[in-house]
């Protein structure tokens, strides 16, 4: 967690000192500030807890959280990490929330780095819009992704990329992209596209003494995506739009429409 209460008043770790009681905004139970020279500054539930905030949240999310809000500032936006978005579709706690410099209109960003499903992003994605709260899906990229391809002409190119149900569905939102950030907190604008795996032919003689043949075609991989990078892109070099997308129904998984926030190379 990068925010906590101290005399009901939310702070974040950056900002904090040592020495005043720090409470957890969902629980109300007490956090500890961890503030060092290396990891990211942030807040931790002190054992035993089971507040739903406490749980899967790795240092990279966090890191990456306090990178966002902080290229949104230097913009001239408000943004803030970790804010609850009350909703009749299900109450949210966004990675992070901005809001125009007039201050009426809000987006909330979400940056994923766990894996979840098709139902349950959808599912998150429609609170948001219950909530009246366009949101965009970012992924984070790891030294595996920069290992598994190679440079290519404006970018970065992975052939054989495992594309996790979440990401498939958010790239179908985003209009058939999906940004993605690096360690350095630069944006990254990803497209998908099928990754083919070529069947080799063969041949035998049945029984009879016939002969059979069998492959010798290319086929669609299920697992395997192609993957192509084009950035890096700093975060105050990138347009964000709000946009109207209809609702989309595909084979594994459907995408609700609704207002969506749209982040463009300028």
Request: positive net charge.
């Amino acid at each position: 967690m990068l925010v906590a209460l101290r005399d009901g008043i939310r702070i974040e770790a950056a900002e904090a000192e040592r020495g005043p009681a720090f409470l957890c905004p969902k629980c109300r139970g007490t956090v500890t500030l961890k503030k060092g020279d290396i990891v990211t500054h942030h807040f931790a539930h002190k054992p035993p807890t089971d507040c739903a905030w406490a749980a899967g949240e790795t240092l990279r999310h966090l890191t990456a959280k306090g990178m966002l809000r902080d290229g949104l500032r230097a913009r001239g936006m408000q943004a803030d990490v970790e804010v609850e978005v009350l909703s009749t579709g299900g109450d949210r706690r966004a990675d992070v929330v901005a809001w125009s410099k007039d201050g009426r209109t809000q987006i909330a960003f979400e940056i994923q780095h766990q894996p979840i499903s098709f139902e349950e992003i959808g599912r998150r994605t429609g609170a948001y819009f219950a909530a009246g709260v366009p949101v965009a899906w970012i992924g984070l990229l790891d030294q595996k992704d920069w290992d598994a391809g190679e440079p290519i002409a404006g970018g970065f190119f992975i052939e054989r990329y495992s594309a996790r149900p979440w990401q498939r569905w958010a790239h179908t939102y985003g209009f058939g992209q999906l940004w993605f950030m690096d360690e350095k907190g630069a944006l990254w604008r990803g497209k998908f596209s099928e990754h083919k795996i070529y069947v080799e032919s063969s041949s035998w003689y049945s029984q009879e003494g016939e002969e059979q043949s069998a492959g010798g075609y290319s086929r669609t991989s299920r697992r395997w995506k192609e993957l192509k990078l084009f950035g890096p892109h700093s975060i105050a070099n990138v347009d964000i739009k709000i946009e109207n997308g209809k609702p989309w129904n595909g084979k594994h998984y459907r995408v609700i429409g609704g207002k969506r926030v749209m982040l463009r190379p300028m």
